[in-house]
């Protein structure tokens, strides 16, 4: 019920994402939380969180992925994921989570989205939680 209670609240709100295009160039992209939510309880997407394990265990977005930007096989662990899917991509501010679509870009995935920094997303509506 509280999930419920969540989602529905995230249902009046967007959450600004932005893609690369093919020339590298950002657009803004908005999607409601539900929609990337969705997408992601799917399997169409994968929403990544970029920030290192110590932060990712003190919160972190519900199905959130850990991968952290700063690892030495960050390349090794992201190029594991489906090229074709989506990646949903955040971290604190949204600066390493904008180098790693970056990365993302060069490594050939379709489409990356950085979504910025977990608070603000949390605002957004997003649920989240704590690793114990």
Do not use: W
Not at 14 to 26: C, E, I
């Amino acid at each position: 019920m509280k999930k419920m209670i969540l989602i529905l609240f995230a249902m009046s709100l967007s959450v600004a994402a932005f893609a690369q295009d093919s020339k590298g160039k950002l657009s803004d992209t908005r999607k409601s939380p539900e929609a990337i939510l969705r997408e992601i309880q799917k399997g169409e997407a994968y929403l990544v969180d970029v920030r290192t394990p110590e932060e990712y265990r003190e919160g972190h977005l519900v199905n959130a992925t850990n991968i952290d930007f700063k690892a030495p096989d960050f390349k090794t662990q992201i190029g594991q994921l489906d090229k074709k899917k989506t990646v949903y991509l955040y971290c604190r501010s949204g600066n390493r989570s904008g180098k790693a679509a970056d990365t993302l870009q060069v490594l050939g995935f379709k489409t990356a989205y950085n979504l910025g920094g977990f608070e603000d997303l949390k605002t957004a509506g997003l649920p989240a939680k704590k690793t114990l």
